[in-house]
């Protein structure tokens, strides 16, 4: 039998906790697992990016930048994962090319060799500057595509948007169905279209939360997908991966056989069952949620959907809103609900049911996405719509971050009291206040 082994990225480390313990796993935590996770054969290990900067800085009093080379250190033979909102880097908003070119460079030199990189709304402009800087550091640039469904996003649509990071030079693309939506003939057959038209590996990553992540990843084996991202399944299911053990399992045997040790996974998997005990309070449900079907409201999403309507007393107009989130996401041009669009159109779904009347208040983010300043929506928003929100203000046509004025210099002008370090400037740039706190604490405590 012709060996074609289907390799595994193993998410356990970001996206995992990241989705059910509300990114909150301490360095510590992984660092007493990490040379184990190295033995496996994995290939490569996703440890930062995504919400883990911001929580680490913000909630668990610790440095990012230190956490990845700590990391590095134990992990010597597996390649260390990142994943990168493009032209947002790790924050909510574009940043100057000095700041992303910067952050490629230490992120590389810290440890990181694959830069998944990606646009929420599929923008390809707003991730050519990430992806020459990895490919100038060395790095493994991995163009993201942002799997959705719409009357616009389909096979056609995605393979575009493939040549399209082909031509930038990326070596590896990501179909990146961060919602769950995608279902096993339609993993099967965008698979298929893309091993076909465009001479990269291709890699599946999706969430469990609509129940079909392991039977997309079956059909995406049988299509000729190189790699899918599961977790440990401590810390799979729910909105995280599909399980590890049972891919590895279910392909034992064939030509598809990872070749993973299914003893040795069940040994790691007993740490991070102790591991999920310590963060019961926070741990999200690991149960499927199909209204993603119909409304496709990621994980993430709906616990800030919920929370908001908590925070105004509106718990029980959920499902208003639910009802809303389509139908604002059709009024902006179908963006793919992913970070930051899936808070953009969260937020003015509940503004529109909290008020009665649909755009009466916008937010500023919803205000900017409009102008242009977020990219190109992957349609034309009506006009009706855009004059609701923005009146007869100018829409840009040109790469948001074009405008942008370089930040560097001003920045380590601004925090050179405490940085310590070249990287400490950038996660000031990206995250001022909580960086800079975490900043002050770290002086006081090395008094």
Same mark, same amino acid.
């Given at each position: 039998?012709?060996?074609?082994?289907?390799?595994?990225?193993?998410?356990?480390?970001?996206?995992?906790?990241?989705?059910?313990?509300?990114?909150?796993?301490?360095?510590?935590?992984?660092?007493?697992?990490?040379?184990?996770?190295?033995?496996?054969?994995?290939?490569?290990?996703?440890?930062?990016?995504?919400?883990?900067?911001?929580?680490?800085?913000?909630?668990?009093?610790?440095?990012?930048?230190?956490?990845?080379?700590?990391?590095?250190?134990?992990?010597?033979?597996?390649?260390?994962?990142?994943?990168?909102?493009?032209?947002?880097?790790?924050?909510?908003?574009?940043?100057?090319?000095?700041?992303?070119?910067?952050?490629?460079?230490?992120? %590389?030199? *810290?440890?990181?060799?694959? !830069?998944? #990189?990606?646009?929420? @709304?599929?923008?390809?402009?707003?991730?050519?500057? +990430? =992806?020459?800087?990895?490919?100038?550091?060395?790095?493994?640039?991995?163009?993201?595509?942002?799997?959705?469904?719409?009357? %616009?996003? *389909?096979?056609?649509?995605? !393979?575009? #948007?493939?040549?399209? @990071?082909?031509?930038?030079?990326?070596?590896?693309? +990501? =179909?990146?169905?961060?919602?769950?939506?995608?279902?096993?003939?339609?993993?099967?057959?965008?698979?298929?279209?893309?091993?076909?038209?465009?001479?990269?590996?291709? !890699?599946?990553?999706?969430?469990?939360?609509?129940?079909?992540?392991?039977?997309?990843?079956?059909?995406?084996?049988?299509?000729?997908?190189?790699?899918?991202?599961?977790?440990?399944?401590?810390?799979?299911?729910?909105?995280?991966?599909?399980?590890?053990?049972?891919?590895?399992?279910?392909?034992?045997?064939?030509?598809?056989?990872?070749?993973?040790?299914?003893?040795?996974?069940?040994?790691?998997?007993?740490?991070?069952?102790?591991?999920?005990?310590?963060?019961?309070?926070?741990?999200?449900?690991?149960?499927?949620?199909?209204?993603?079907?119909?409304?496709?409201?990621?994980?993430?999403?709906?616990?800030?959907?919920?929370?908001?309507?908590?925070?105004?007393?509106?718990?029980?107009?959920?499902?208003?809103?639910?009802?809303?989130?389509?139908?604002?996401?059709?009024?902006?041009?179908?963006?793919?609900?992913?970070?930051?669009?899936?808070?953009?159109?969260?937020?003015?779904?509940?503004?529109?049911?909290?008020?009665?009347?649909?755009?009466?208040?916008?937010?500023?983010?919803?205000?900017?996405?409009?102008?242009?300043?977020?990219?190109?929506?992957?349609?034309?928003?009506?006009?009706?719509?855009?004059?609701?929100?923005?009146?007869?203000?100018?829409?840009?046509?040109?790469?948001?971050?074009?405008?942008?004025?370089?930040?560097?210099?001003?920045?380590?002008?601004?925090?050179?009291?405490?940085?310590?370090?070249?990287?400490?400037?950038?996660?000031?740039?990206?995250?001022?206040?909580?960086?800079?706190?975490?900043?002050?604490?770290?002086?006081?405590?090395?008094?």
């Amino acid at each position: 039998m012709t060996q074609n082994r289907l390799k595994i990225t193993e998410t356990i480390l970001r996206d995992a906790h990241q989705s059910l313990l509300a990114t909150r796993m301490s360095t510590n935590d992984m660092l007493e697992v990490a040379e184990g996770l190295d033995q496996v054969g994995y290939h490569s290990l996703e440890v930062w990016g995504g919400a883990t900067f911001d929580s680490a800085l913000r909630f668990l009093n610790e440095c990012p930048w230190d956490r990845l080379r700590r990391l590095k250190v134990r992990i010597r033979n597996t390649p260390l994962q990142m994943l990168l909102r493009g032209q947002n880097l790790l924050g909510y908003r574009h940043y100057p090319d000095d700041v992303v070119d910067a952050f490629i460079k230490y992120a %590389v030199q *810290n440890g990181i060799t694959v !830069v998944r #990189i990606f646009d929420a @709304l599929n923008d390809v402009r707003n991730m050519e500057t +990430c =992806i020459a800087s990895t490919l100038k550091y060395g790095g493994h640039a991995q163009g993201a595509i942002c799997y959705t469904q719409s009357p %616009v996003h *389909n096979d056609d649509y995605f !393979v575009g #948007i493939a040549k399209e @990071l082909a031509a930038k030079g990326v070596h590896s693309l +990501c =179909i990146k169905d961060m919602a769950g939506l995608i279902d096993p003939y339609g993993a099967y057959n965008l698979v298929k279209r893309l091993k076909a038209e465009v001479d990269l590996p291709v !890699v599946l990553h999706t969430h469990y939360t609509s129940g079909m992540g392991s039977m997309a990843y079956l059909k995406a084996a049988e299509a000729g997908v190189d790699v899918v991202d599961t977790a440990l399944s401590a810390l799979a299911l729910g909105s995280s991966q599909p399980a590890t053990e049972p891919i590895v399992a279910a392909l034992r045997g064939t030509e598809r056989d990872t070749g993973l040790d299914l003893d040795l996974l069940t040994n790691l998997n007993r740490y991070f069952s102790d591991v999920r005990a310590k963060y019961k309070d926070i741990a999200a449900s690991m149960q499927v949620q199909t209204e993603i079907l119909k409304y496709q409201v990621p994980g993430g999403m709906l616990s800030n959907l919920r929370s908001q309507l908590k925070q105004q007393g509106m718990e029980d107009r959920l499902q208003e809103v639910f009802e809303e989130v389509p139908r604002v996401r059709a009024d902006l041009g179908y963006p793919p609900l992913v970070t930051p669009m899936s808070q953009i159109v969260g937020t003015q779904a509940v503004l529109n049911v909290a008020s009665g009347s649909r755009y009466s208040i916008c937010s500023k983010e919803i205000r900017d996405y409009v102008r242009g300043l977020y990219g190109r929506s992957p349609v034309p928003i009506a006009d009706d719509i855009r004059k609701k929100i923005i009146g007869d203000e100018e829409v840009i046509t040109y790469r948001p971050a074009d405008k942008l004025e370089p930040q560097l210099e001003a920045a380590r002008e601004e925090i050179k009291e405490y940085a310590r370090q070249e990287e400490d400037i950038l996660s000031y740039i990206l995250f001022p206040q909580v960086a800079k706190e975490f900043f002050v604490k770290r002086a006081a405590t090395a008094k």
